[in-house]
């Protein structure tokens, strides 16, 4: 087994073989540019976007042509709430919702909209599992609100919301519904049109695929959705993403969304099982150790655990040879509580001594072991120490 053991696949996922063998290839072979429309070259890379486009549509349930390429899940959020809010502004409807367990990708938007350009904002609060509960929502959901925004999947806690009822009681209210699905896209059955959503964004780097890759679907069927662009340019992506289009990294991501699909029942249930294998061994020999967010409608491979009294900047320090985190890793540098445990009412101790674990597609049974050891051997030592 080599060292160091990464378990931090909330954060990041490497990049599957597979997957970098489709970027390679493409990378050597398909060098055109799409957009030149008289020659073969442009033909073919055109060619690669569309087959990558029907990949994504498919992991998704949506059709190709509602797939827009991005750089990733923060700009495809960011187009998806300003680009829906700019485009629908001024029409009789000026309210926004999102949680309060949201993503910075989402929230900053949020805010902006509701600071610097006029819009209601509401946030719901979630129960203290972390699931936002559907008729909580639809409370604040009126006459007046234009897009509701939820996380698929929560990147701390790993819990999994009940969209498929928020985007019911979304389409009943005449409201859009968004959801950043950048946790959730590969890991979990998504059906845009069964649940009724009307835009949804996709990190590639989030299911083994490259970093500076996503996507953003938008409905473009009962309802059709308007998007105003936030660039401009060579009207690439239906003119909502100007520029030329990253034809290998788009190639891995068609592939990262087809792997995820093909393989995802089965990596799911083995998981699983590692997940509550390590969380039983941890509980079994340590105590006061916490499970933040719901026991079971959470991501397969997601642990956020509080150890009492072991705050977790020197439990990392003792953790040679492990990558874990502390949470988000978007806020892991800014010496700050977790403000997702802080929604649940984790109290200010716990939340510090909070530890996210993130099982992935290439665990292994002997790292999972090695992982309980080491976690077991640290917080021991640092409890015996105070």
Same mark, same amino acid.
């Given at each position: 087994m080599k060292t160091p053991v990464y378990l931090d696949h909330q954060a990041t996922t490497p990049l599957d073989p597979r997957v970098l063998e489709v970027w390679q290839r493409t990378a050597r072979e398909h060098y055109g540019n799409p957009s030149s429309a008289g020659h073969a070259f442009g033909w073919a890379a055109n060619k690669v976007l569309e087959l990558a486009r029907e990949q994504v549509a498919a992991m998704i349930g949506a059709a190709p042509d509602e797939i827009l390429f991005t750089s990733g899940a923060t700009e495809a959020n960011n187009l998806a709430l300003l680009g829906v809010a700019r485009a629908y502004a001024g029409r009789g409807r000026d309210g926004l919702v999102c949680s309060n367990l949201e993503h910075?990708?989402?929230?900053?938007?949020? =805010?902006? /909209?509701? !600071?610097?350009?006029?819009?209601? /904002? #509401?946030?719901?609060?979630? =129960?203290? $599992?972390?699931?936002v509960v559907p008729e909580t929502l639809g409370a604040l959901v009126d006459e007046r609100? /234009?897009?509701?925004? /939820?996380?698929?999947?929560? !990147? +701390?806690?790993?819990?999994?919301?009940?969209?498929?009822?928020?985007?019911?009681?979304?389409?009943r209210a005449g409201a859009f519904c968004h959801v950043d699905a950048a946790q959730a896209a590969g890991r979990v059955d998504l059906d845009v049109k069964r649940a009724q959503i009307d835009l949804m964004s996709i990190s590639g780097h989030k299911i083994y695929g490259p970093k500076g890759i996503g996507a953003l679907y938008v409905s473009r069927r009962d309802p059709r959705v308007t998007v105003a662009p936030l660039m401009f340019g060579g009207g690439q992506e239906r003119d909502l993403r100007p520029g030329t289009q990253n034809v290998p990294a788009i190639?891995?991501?068609? +592939?990262?969304?087809?792997? =995820?699909?093909a393989e995802r029942e089965a990596e799911n249930s083995r998981l699983a099982a590692m997940r509550d294998r390590l969380l039983q061994t941890l509980q079994a020999q340590l105590p006061d150790v916490q499970l933040n967010g719901?026991?079971?409608?959470?991501?397969?491979? !997601?642990?956020? @655990?509080?150890f009492g009294g072991v705050p977790v900047g020197r439990l990392l320090s003792a953790l040679s040879g492990l990558a874990v985190s502390a949470g988000s890793a978007c806020a892991s540098g800014d %010496?700050?509580?977790?403000?997702?445990?802080?929604?649940? %009412?984790?109290?200010?101790?716990?939340?510090?001594?909070? @530890?996210?674990?993130?099982?992935?597609?290439?665990?292994? $049974? +002997?790292?999972? #072991?090695?992982?309980?050891?080491?976690?077991?051997?640290?917080?021991?030592?640092?409890r015996a120490s105070r």
């Open positions: 910075p990708a989402v929230r900053q938007p949020m =805010a902006h /909209l509701a !600071n610097k350009e006029g819009w209601r /904002l #509401d946030v719901v609060a979630a =129960a203290e $599992d972390g699931v609100t /234009l897009l509701v925004s /939820l996380m698929a999947a929560q !990147n +701390e806690i790993g819990t999994l919301q009940m969209i498929n009822e928020v985007g019911g009681l979304c389409r190639a891995a991501l068609g +592939e990262a969304c087809r792997l =995820a699909v719901h026991p079971t409608q959470r991501l397969a491979g !997601n642990l956020n @655990l509080s %010496g700050q509580s977790s403000p997702v445990l802080a929604a649940l %009412g984790v109290s200010p101790e716990l939340a510090a001594s909070s @530890l996210r674990i993130g099982l992935g597609r290439f665990t292994t $049974d +002997e790292e999972v #072991d090695f992982a309980a050891e080491k976690i077991v051997g640290a917080v021991s030592r640092l």
